[in-house]
């Protein structure tokens, strides 16, 4: 009777493993969302030639080229809502491209802009791509709370879900209908909390002087064009004019009011169950626990001690890849030079 090989019985179990994995960020039942074509409310913002819209209007694809990148912008500014595009990446060598879905007022505000960001960092060939979430309030550009994270999904294959909910009370970021970070506004917070109007973008540029291995990677044009591709694009929000003498924020109350109702509101357990095993597997970097960066404590931060074990002080993951594994491969080289240690001492 053959036996089956444990090589085979490891690879199953390694499946199994993942499937259930994957369970767990099964959410609750899907977003109700109301999805708008380009025209409705967006326009082209730099590189019109490198914008091309879909034949039905309904989608469009962003391309970067050694000429040039290219992104929209909202036809209006909004006081609070939630933001979202179904989004496919770039593949192959991304290496300095920056794809992004942000929010932000810089252009009307200078000097105490807001800004919500989800920035996807490009990457060498046959590695992971990586992104980031960010937030500044009041032009606190000294204090970005960036946290940085991995996927479980190759962004570049398909389609998945970005969202920004942003409220008078909190700030969530979504993939898909995982919640990976919530913001709560806090008295603490002050003005770092954003709080003006403002313009919802997409983009895609070469941020070759930063995006990857801190720019000693640049973007290698030979895999020229890049692209990236949104469609079922949601603009749910109260489109106000930041400048407005009387601004009529009664409305924006009823608007805010409606989307607190919503079901990308609520955090259920179960969401808040699939938001912490997120953080605890894909986040490899918090603005929170990087005491380097900040001695004191940012006002929001909610500091987890099982999650902080995680980090050095720059922020930082301990270990590299599985951290888990790399700890118990440190563990075991350690005793290992102990009991050698011990055997050389018994010798003589």
Not at 179 to 199: A, F, Q, W
């Amino acid at each position: 009777m053959s036996s089956t090989p444990l090589s085979f019985i490891f690879f199953f179990y390694l499946l199994i493993s993942s499937s259930s994995w994957l369970l767990c960020f099964s959410s609750d039942a899907g977003f109700n969302l109301t999805t708008i074509a380009f025209d409705d409310g967006y326009n082209p913002l730099f590189g019109d030639f490198n914008l091309v819209r879909s034949p039905d209007g309904r989608s469009v694809r962003l391309l970067l080229d050694v000429s040039s990148g290219s992104g929209f912008i909202s036809s209006s500014m909004y006081e609070h809502g939630f933001f979202s595009a179904k989004i496919k990446l770039p593949s192959d060598y991304t290496a300095g491209v920056v794809v992004a879905l942000y929010a932000s007022n810089g252009d009307v505000f200078e000097k105490n802009h807001d800004e919500l960001d989800i920035e996807f960092l490009g990457n060498v060939e046959g590695k992971p791509w990586r992104f980031q979430t960010n937030l500044y309030g009041n032009g606190s550009t000294s204090r970005g709370r960036e946290e940085r994270y991995r996927l479980w999904f190759d962004p570049s294959k398909e389609f998945h879900r970005y969202s920004i909910l942003w409220t008078a009370k909190n700030i969530i970021f979504y993939v898909d209908e995982v919640p990976i970070r919530e913001v709560v506004r806090s008295d603490e917070m002050g003005g770092d909390y954003p709080t003006k109007p403002m313009s919802i973008y997409a983009t895609i540029w070469d941020a070759s002087s930063w995006a990857t291995n801190g720019g000693k990677i640049k973007v290698n044009y030979d895999y020229a064009p890049f692209t990236a591709d949104f469609k079922e694009l949601v603009l749910e929000g109260c489109p106000m004019d930041p400048i407005q003498e009387y601004p009529d924020f009664t409305t924006c109350k009823e608007k805010d009011a409606w989307l607190e109702t919503r079901n990308f509101a609520v955090l259920t357990p179960k969401r808040r169950s699939a938001m912490r095993k997120f953080r605890q597997h894909y986040m490899y970097y918090s603005c929170c626990y990087d005491v380097w960066r900040y001695p004191v404590k940012l006002p929001d931060c909610v500091i987890d001690p099982i999650e902080k074990a995680r980090f050095n002080e720059t922020g930082r993951l301990r270990f590299s890849g599985s951290h888990k594994k790399q700890a118990k491969i440190a563990k075991a080289r350690r005793k290992k030079k102990q009991r050698a240690a011990s055997k050389e001492r018994t010798d003589v």
